[in-house]
């Protein structure tokens, strides 16, 4: 999972929050527990004390010496009690112990005289050599001429086990917790954040020729919806700004084309019906060629525009790709003959596709016009037509000087030409390869330049091949 998503972030959150909360209040019940369980012990304790205590102090005590040690036994049963006590004089001597409890858990003997406190009740906490922890009052009674110190302890074993089960229930418990809210968090955001996957895979498949497409309309009133909704506003606009500055193009020069085409018949009729000064001939001609170039490109930006609309892609119809190509090479002979470049067609079998005719004949016609044009004389142009696995690829290649690498990721950019000094002195616009690549595109297709070693250039267009 990306740690930088709002996914990731959102459970990593919660889950440390939830962690904090659930380990302080684990502390909290923890320490609470402790000192509530030992304070109520520490305060049962002390009552007995007090009450050996008061024992002490009766008459009956002061008659029968014996008393006390028999009232103890009958009335708190220390043995059956897991209790302690001991009941001893200011020297030390030990006027009463209790005997072992019945779970053997310490042996009274064993314990180590109380020596501190004053008077007035106190408690120590003492481990037994078995290993319990006991929790002993201590009280001292002042008895005519003599001051006793009596002991009443209980083990704290009881706590202790209560205090490890809460200990291993949230131990236990806190992965189960985490979990379960990570998971559900889990889900939760993914079933949230859904509708942003699909918008975001929606928004993919919007490119500049796909402007039409809007995202996905999301159901409900949230964020995200308004979101979509505003996007689609968004897209609506630029789809209509783009569409308006394509029929701009378009509308340009269709109206150009008709002045161009008159001036250019003019220029030529005036070259070829006067006796001109050879001067004048030389201008008159010159101006036809720029007349000329005028025409292709305004032909070129016309057939762009007319792509960018959609205009173009009306016909299609069926037919072998191999032999409009054969064609089209045969055609463009006399062109590679002016320069004694060998055109090579390299013939294979039938590949059909279903298509604009006219339009792959320009794609032909301008691949094998770039390479007759860019490849030195006496050079070599090939052109191969094949299928594999449903699509069809024609390749032109040469022996050329090929693209710079600079240059290549720019070929199919409109008015671009590569090596300007190189180009200048080679006529063209910059728009032959535009005009490919919007052709492959409005067929689905694609199209793809790069350099052949030692030298050359080559260029693969890959269509479906027709059902
Ligand atoms: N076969 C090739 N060998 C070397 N460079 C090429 C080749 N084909 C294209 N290029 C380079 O790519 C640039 C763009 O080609 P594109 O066909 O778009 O324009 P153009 O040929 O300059 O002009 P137009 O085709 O509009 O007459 C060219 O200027 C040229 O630098
Ligand atoms: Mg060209």
């Given at each position: ?373 860019y ?26 000087p090929?693209?710079s ?12 030409r590569a090596d300007e000094v190189r180009s200048r002195k080679i ?41």
């Amino acid at each position: 999972m990306n740690s930088q998503s709002i996914h990731f972030r959102l459970i990593a959150w919660y889950a440390g929050v939830l962690l904090l909360v659930l380990l302080g209040f684990g502390a909290f019940t923890y320490t609470t527990l402790r000192f509530f369980g030992n304070q109520v012990l520490r305060e049962a304790m002390a009552h007995r004390a007090q009450q050996i205590a008061d024992l002490l102090s009766s008459d009956a005590a002061a008659k029968d010496p014996a008393y006390v040690a028999r009232e103890i036994v009958k009335r708190y049963d220390p043995v059956t009690n897991d209790r302690f006590v001991r009941v001893s004089r200011a020297d030390g001597k030990v006027l009463f112990l209790s005997s072992a409890p019945i779970d053997r858990s310490f042996v009274p003997e064993e314990l180590p005289p109380w020596t501190s406190g004053r008077n007035g009740t106190a408690s120590y906490q003492v481990t037994a050599p078995e290993g319990t922890r006991l929790l002993v009052a201590t009280q001292r009674v002042p008895v005519r001429n003599e001051t006793f110190l009596v002991e009443v302890g209980g083990t704290l074993t009881a706590n202790a086990r209560l205090l490890h089960r809460l200990l291993m229930t949230l131990l236990l418990g806190l992965p189960v917790v985490l979990g379960v809210v990570i998971l559900g968090g889990y889900i939760l955001t993914k079933r949230a954040l859904q509708p942003v996957q699909t918008m975001m895979r929606g928004a993919q498949e919007i490119t500049l020729r796909h402007l039409s497409r809007r995202l996905p309309t999301l159901h409900g009133d949230d964020e995200i919806a308004h979101l979509a909704t505003v996007l689609n506003q968004m897209i609506a606009r630029l789809d209509e700004s783009f569409q308006n500055t394509a029929r701009f193009t378009a509308d340009a020069s269709h109206e150009l084309r008709t002045p161009l085409t008159i001036i250019r018949g003019e220029l030529e009729a005036i070259l070829l019906g006067q006796k001109l000064e050879p001067e004048l001939r030389d201008t008159v001609a010159s101006l036809l060629e720029e007349a000329e170039r005028l025409v292709r490109i305004v032909e070129g930006l016309f057939a762009l525009s007319r792509l960018d609309t959609g205009e173009a892609q009306t016909e299609r119809v069926r037919f072998d790709l191999a032999k409009l190509a054969e064609t089209t090479a045969e055609q463009m002979c006399l062109l590679a003959e002016v320069k004694q470049i060998e055109l090579v067609y390299e013939t294979a079998t039938p590949v059909e596709i279903e298509a604009d005719r006219s339009r792959l004949k320009q794609v032909v016609v301008n691949l094998l016009d770039n390479a007759i044009k860019y490849t030195p004389e006496k050079g070599r142009v090939s052109l191969a037509v094949r299928a594999q696995n449903g699509t069809a690829f024609m390749e032109v290649s040469d022996t050329g000087p090929g693209v710079s690498e600079a240059a290549l990721p720019h070929l199919f950019e409109r008015f671009y030409r590569a090596d300007e000094v190189r180009s200048r002195k080679i006529d063209g616009a910059g728009l032959g390869l535009s005009i490919v690549h919007s052709i492959c595109l409005a067929h689905g297709g694609s199209v793809s330049v790069d350099n052949i070693s030692p030298t050359g250039c080559h260029v693969t267009v890959a269509l479906p091949k027709a059902q």
